[in-house]
């Protein structure tokens, strides 16, 4: 419910709300090498779906990169112009993911019957060592509505001509909480607001300041970038509509 003293401005700020999917993501007991999960699951680290006849993905060491997330879409509400089907991957390089040293994959429907690949020795433990997921993760998924964003460039609703930080300024500190609650971005999501630690960096970028949240994987009990850092995939609208992930990229900040 809107707090009273944005009562105000209701009907403006629906038009900047946006369906999202919440991810809630269940830590699993068993080791890293040991993924109970089936190969098609939704899940945070964990054994990959990859076709077989195809390289397995390696950082710019030819160095096994490790996957980070999966996202089975036919598991998970459909919100436009997302895919009803086919996987999301990200690979991290296990020493240099920090560095920017990723590589994005989508499987279509159709790829998903190929054999998979299903010896997966190459992995070893050491490679998980500076992982920001520490624990195997199973991924469950429920739609919901964010009202906007506080670091998210893409809201950008002046209140009475004040910006989201300048109006904070005006408030009680009970009615700060309130507001700042009420345009909660944080937790892992798909699609919706994005929540930064520095600053988003589509903001300056012409090319990019449309661009589509299509994952936040946010700080958890077992799950940390950096210094509590946040990170993200994105993409065009247009090149997701088109499915083209090789035009999807990664992001993250940390304090």
Not at 21 to 46: N, Y
Not at 68 to 79: C, D, G, K, R, T
Not at 151 to 157: A, H, L, P, T, V
Request: hydrophobic residues 35%.
């Amino acid at each position: 419910m809107i707090p009273d003293f944005l009562k105000d401005f209701e009907e403006d700020l629906k038009k900047y709300e946006r369906e999202f999917v919440q991810i809630k993501a269940i830590p699993k007991k068993e080791k890293l090498l040991e993924d109970t999960l089936g190969l098609k699951e939704s899940k945070f680290l964990g054994k990959p779906f990859f076709p077989k006849k195809n390289e397995y993905p390696k950082d710019k060491n030819k160095k096994p990169m490790i996957m980070v997330a999966q996202l089975n879409f036919e598991q998970i509400p459909y919100i436009e112009p997302f895919p009803r089907d086919g996987i999301l991957q990200l690979f991290l390089s296990s020493t240099d993911w920090y560095d920017e040293d990723y590589i994005i994959v989508y499987h279509t429907k159709e790829e998903l019957n190929e054999l998979p690949m299903d010896d997966f020795s190459f992995l070893k433990e050491e490679y998980y060592e500076e992982s920001p997921v520490f624990k195997i993760h199973q991924l469950l998924f429920e739609k919901a509505i964010d009202k906007g964003g506080s670091e998210d460039s893409q809201f950008d609703y002046l209140f009475n001509g004040n910006d989201y930080w300048d109006f904070t300024e005006k408030l009680t500190e009970e009615q700060e909480e309130l507001f700042v609650n009420y345009f909660d971005a944080s937790g892992h999501k798909i699609a919706g607001y994005a929540e930064f630690t520095q600053y988003d960096p589509r903001e300056d970028n012409n090319e990019q300041n449309k661009d589509i949240q299509i994952l936040q994987i946010d700080v958890d009990d077992y799950i940390m970038f950096g210094d509590s850092g946040v990170a993200h995939i994105f993409i065009s609208k247009e090149n997701l509509i088109k499915k083209d992930f090789s035009k999807a990229y990664f992001y993250w900040d940390c304090c």
